[in-house]
C-alpha cells in the first residue's frame, strides 16, 4: 500500500480523519484514524487496524454516560460489554478499581477466584458489617494463624501441642472459644480427681 492510497481531511485545526495510512505500527497499518486534540495539546485518538484492532487512546480523563433519558425505565440494562470470545482484562497499573451499586453480583460457571496477599472482607468501620454467611455444600478453610485458625483447631500454636500432656493448657492459652469449655473441664476434673 503506497501513499496514493492515503486519504486524509481535514476538519479544523484540532480534528483530522485519516485513511490508508500504509505506515505499519505495533498493530498494523491504520485503515481508519480519526485524530483530536485541544488548547492543551491533549491528544485522543479513535483508530481501527487491519489486524482488527480497534483503538481508543487519550491522553485525558474518559467518561462514558448512559441512560440519562427520562424515558427509560429504572430496571433498564443502562451498559452492557459483550465479549462473544476470549478474555477479558481490566488493568489498572497505578491505582485502584471502584465498583459501587446497590448489589454487586460475581457469577461464573466454574469457578470465582480472589487472588491477593492481603484480603479482607467487612468494612474497616467496627460494626459497620453486620453479616456475612458462607453458604456451600463444602466448605474448607486452611488457616496457620489467627482466631479462626484456633476456634478450627488448625493453628500451628495449637497443632505444636496436640497429643502432648499440656495439650489441653496449650488449648486455653489459645483464647480459642473452646477454650472456655476446656478450662471448666479442666476445673472440673480438679476437684473431682484432685
Do not use: W
Request: overall charge neutral.
Amino acid at each position: 500500500m503506497g501513499q496514493e492510497t492515503r486519504t486524509t481531511e481535514v476538519l479544523g485545526p484540532k480534528c483530522v480523519i485519516e485513511t490508508g495510512n500504509p505506515q505499519m505500527g505495533m498493530s498494523g497499518r491504520d485503515s481508519t484514524k480519526i485524530l483530536c486534540t485541544n488548547d492543551m495539546a491533549m491528544r485522543f485518538i479513535l483508530s481501527h487496524t487491519e489486524s482488527g484492532l480497534s483503538k481508543i487512546t487519550t491522553e485525558g480523563t474518559v467518561l462514558v454516560e448512559a441512560a440519562a433519558s427520562p424515558k427509560l425505565s429504572e430496571g433498564v440494562t443502562a451498559y452492557k460489554i459483550i465479549a462473544h470470545k476470549g478474555d477479558f482484562d481490566l488493568n489498572v497499573d497505578k491505582g485502584s478499581t471502584k465498583v459501587y451499586a446497590r448489589q454487586i453480583v460475581l457469577q461464573a460457571s466454574k469457578e470465582i477466584v480472589i487472588d491477593a496477599p492481603n484480603i479482607r472482607i467487612g468494612s474497616d468501620n467496627d460494626g459497620a458489617t453486620k453479616d456475612i454467611k458462607i453458604i456451600g455444600q463444602h466448605v474448607d478453610i486452611k488457616s496457620k494463624k489467627g482466631n479462626l485458625a484456633n476456634s478450627l483447631m488448625e493453628s500451628s500454636y495449637l497443632k505444636a501441642f496436640d497429643g502432648t500432656l499440656v495439650s489441653d493448657l496449650a488449648l486455653i492459652a489459645s483464647g480459642s472459644p473452646l477454650a472456655a469449655a476446656a478450662k471448666v473441664g479442666a476445673e472440673v476434673a480438679k476437684k473431682l480427681f484432685g
